[in-house]
């Protein structure tokens, strides 16, 4: 979900759900593990897609710097550069990394089998007990928060289903606009040149000898999301280390997400990427999925994969 870049409607599908809060954009994702993480959980950015032939600049440090010390006291960070230049070129470098336990998440809901699932469409914040275990860190405060959250991680399992929201680093992200909000506006090409972001989750291993590092080898990916700006070019290198191919036919019928009566299917809707929102408006012939990616492109797991077999890999 996204507060449009020009402005609110109240034609709008989530009107009244952007106009009475400041978050600029609301990540809802809700699945199964297919196995229990081993070892801690991490949710964050993994630049997977990057030239990693160049040293840190300076003014990138500074940027960062300024951006970890406005959520550091909010959420355990890990941050690392990655490594760069020849130490790029050794099996298994790091890769860069801002990522944090489960308290990335602003809510999560633990949802037993024998209970009706929270539907991702609907306003969540007062989600009925009957959905299950329900924690906000609105409610609870950071530390409360943090205790429940490392709770919930000692007892993932492959039974319940798991909703997990994001929005509290909209203010921090513009990602329509591919921006970092630090006091002023710093875009994101100064880092990210024409290359994506990664969200991830995924377990990290023990390590060896005291390994700190978050090694591609002491991981095993749960979810692995990339997107980008519409308001820079795709990287020429992506269509050699993926597949792009069509959204299954199923993501055109609607009925995973949010249905106006109308009969249209707007879960993600900017008023200027499929025209205006009316009662009236017959089913645009677009799927939501093309008008979404008039403001930020992104690839489906299930509509991506590399261009190697990836037979033994979880995202």
Known sequence: L?????????RHPYYDYFSSRKRNWEFRVQGKFKKVPEGDLYVGIVLR??????????????????????????????????????????????????VSDLTIFD????????RPLPRLTDDLDDVNVLHGLNIMRRDLGVAEYGRMCQEILHT?????????????????????NWQLKIGARISLDHFMKDFPIHFCMYGLDAGDNGEKRHL????????????WSSLVNMSPSLPKRYAFVDAPDWINTGQPWWRHPSGRSDSFHSLHSGGSFSLADPPLPRPFWR????????VHSSTCAHASPLENQRF
């Open 156 to 176: 993932l399992n492959t039974e319940d289903t798991f909703t997990f929201r994001l929005w509290g680093l909209s203010q921090l992200l513009d990602a329509l």
């Open 2 to 10: 996204y507060r449009p870049l020009e402005g609110l409607d109240s």
């Open 107 to 114: 809510q999560i809901i633990v949802t037993p089998p024998d």
């Open 49 to 98: 897609d990057f030239d990693y032939d160049q040293p840190v600049a300076s003014s990138s440090v500074f940027a960062m710097n300024t951006a970890m010390s406005l959520i550091r006291y909010q959420y355990r960070i890990y941050f690392s550069w990655g490594a760069r230049c020849k130490e790029a070129l050794k099996p298994d470098a790091e890769l860069s990394t801002a």
């Open 291 to 298: 008008r979404w990616m008039d403001r930020l492109r992104w």
């Open 216 to 227: 591609e080898k002491r991981k095993q990916y749960f979810f692995d999301f990339m997107g």
